[in-house]
């Protein structure tokens, strides 16, 4: 069975890093590209950008380059997504999904994270 | 940047069908996926290329595209059906992965 379990929940400070997880299982972890999707509270879905395992090429939304990085650990079918400096409007439920072809077919449950002082 | 225009909601009585629209310039000439995501819960991908349905996505979930429209329907709407969808393509000219706006089903 195709599984993606991100982290836990997050409650951090403004100016704080972070770093969350979505891990892999029950499909080669390197055959499909890991896309991250946004959603803050009460709107919609926003693609924040997609990562190749194999070699950790990415691929960002451009209001999301330079403000997250994202990477993986091909040995653990883990992928990351951090913050250096967390603000108040990082605070959404973030999603990774696995593409296939050009849809996400399996999606990880989802780490809320919220950034208040 | 290419943009999917939804209707925030439609509503629809049990048994009925709810057609849920996704518009954009030629827009057929993409393909379309559907997701469905419940109160508190991560989406879940209904519809891919147009009209195909993953394993365990119920017949009463099919969709068209063409022209400026592609088309989410759901027929004999049940309760459980109640839910945002959204529909999303990939933008070749851009190399960027786009969602609609999202449309809430309410299930009267």
């Known amino acids: 069975e195709v599984q993606l379990v991100q982290s836990g929940t997050e409650v951090k400070k403004p100016g704080e890093s972070l770093k969350i997880s979505c891990k892999g299982s029950g499909y080669s972890f390197t055959t499909y590209w890991i896309g991250w999707v946004r959603q803050m509270p009460g709107k919609g879905l926003e693609w924040m950008g997609i990562l190749y395992p194999v070699d950790s090429y990415t691929r960002y939304r451009p209001s999301f380059q330079g403000q997250v990085t994202f990477s993986a650990d091909k040995s653990m079918s883990t992928a990351y997504l951090q913050w250096s400096s967390l603000k108040a409007s990082d605070t959404a439920m973030y999603y990774c999904?696995?593409?296939?072809?050009?849809?996400?077919?399996?999606w990880g449950q989802g780490t809320l994270v919220t950034v208040s002082s | 940047s290419y943009v999917l225009t939804q209707p925030p909601s439609v509503s629809v009585a049990p048994g009925k069908t709810a057609r849920i629209t996704c518009g954009a310039n030629n827009i057929g000439s993409k393909s379309v996926h559907w997701y469905q995501q419940k109160p508190d819960q991560a989406p879940v991908l209904v519809i891919y290329?147009?009209?195909d349905r993953p394993s365990g996505i119920p017949e009463r979930f099919s969709g068209s595209n063409s022209g400026n429209t592609a088309t989410l329907t759901i027929t004999r709407v049940e309760a459980g059906d109640e839910a945002d969808y959204y529909c999303q393509v990939w933008d070749g000219s851009s190399d960027l992965y786009v969602f609609g706006t999202g449309t809430k089903v309410t299930v009267l």
């Open positions: 999904a696995r593409r296939n072809n050009s849809s996400f077919d399996y």
């Open positions: 290329y147009d009209t």
